[in-house]
């Protein structure tokens, strides 16, 4: 554990180590916020409620979805991928440390940096400008658990699709599938609530809405007693379930590996 | 200027028929880009499950709104998307060597990478375009016709000049460049949706002085012939192609202002 905090020290003062980047990276995550904003309240001009949301609880979504884009790494990861393209994942392999506990204690260290860093400033702008839904003591302390499950099951299919790397040398296509499919689905293009109900129900049944959806409804109060605790239960389980695969498709990636020159 | 013309369309050939040898790859590619970009227009599809107006405009009319936003900035991006690499060019020093070639920088950079799978997105753009076209009953005539034909590459320009002077701070933060995301992708997200729907400070900054509104917003409302929600003078409808020359004007003074002020990061 004391080896998990080292490295995932290193996770954050990586990030924190570019703050010209970090403040632009805020700007940006801003206009969007503002902009998408805009095009749901538009929406609400028209009703009172899209399912259970009303027009505060769909513009805390937009900022707080804001607020995780880098939390989750929404937009991609490829390291482990790079690692295993470039042969490094050898040297990797035969540390007494899996590569998997390395790349999830680094990434534990990078969410807290992009959480605070990333997050909180541009959903303060948001609070500033827009009427917003504000969590209990008890929501919000579960939304923290949330937002850490979520990053977990973001790791865990981040770490599947680089995984894909050991059978193909250009992955770039299956980075591509799994961004849309993620983003779409997990609720950071859109609240899965607006879905008509048949999309809905299938993005429910997927992975991803323990990712965005789930943290964010958490916050806006819509799971209470036994509903919040099966909702934290059922991102456990996604994590533990993607974290289980993603172990198995190491063992045989690596039974697999070939690692070019001498 | 021809002379330039010729050897840009050198440079980008030969970088095309270096693409297509990996033949794989690049289909591979190209459906990525038209993949990841078909999700946008999902959410227009999906928002409008929700409501049947956005503003004052029906989701035929968004449609319209968004292809032409998604085709013009896929071929902007196509030109000078790589620019989005250009801060690795000055914190590596590689922009040096640009300065003593006896060509212009600008044109230099923007002849350096030309990404043909990038039309996957434009590709996704021509079909939703196919769709509204077909969805709307548009009163074409000799106006709507030209006004359509020109408003395409303006749209191009306009995009292309945001993105230039976007770039231009690098110059001064390498790792600032997701500022300029802002406004490019950003940019292209505002356009495609009606410009009426965002609030009046918003409009000013992003839709004036960016000047994303004469992206599509109102040589649109020329080609459905429709009255303006916000009630602006109408000549506005004909000035994107005045906004794009303005637009090169400033990116061109923009981009030489900042390579005068340009200190090389190398020893």
Redesign the interface.
Known sequence: VRLDWEIAKRGWRRYAS?P??T???I??N???G??QA??????F???SH?GSYDAADAVTYVWLAQALIMTVYAFGWTELALRIRDGSIATDLARPLDPQRYWLAFDLGRAPYHFVFRGILPFVVGAVVFRLHYPTPLHLAAFFVSVALGVVVSFGFRFLYNSAAFWLT?I??V???A??VS??FSGM??PLT???GW?HAIALALPFAAIVQAPIDVWLGKHDGLALAGILALQLAWALALLGLGRLTLRLGSRKLVVQGG | VVESVVLWRRLVGAQIRSQLQYRTSFMLDAGGAFLISFIDFLAVLVIFHNTTRLGAWSVQEVALLYALSSISFALADLTVGHFDQFPQKIRDGNFDILLVRPRSTLFQVIGSDFQLRRLGKALQGALVLVYALSALSIPWNAGRVVMFALTVPAAVVIFASVWTVGSCLAFWTTDGGEFTNAFTYGGNFLAQYPIDIFSTWMRRFLAYIVPLAFVCYFPALYILDKPDPLGLPRWLEFSSPVVALLGVGVAGLAWRFAVRHYRSAGG
Do not use: K, Q
């Open positions: 570019y010209w980047a403040a632009a990276g700007f940006t801003t206009v969007f503002f902009i805009y095009i749901l309240l538009a929406v001009h028209h009703r899209v250009d770039r296509g980075v591509t599938v961004l849309s983003l779409f293009i859109l607006f879905f008509p999309l």
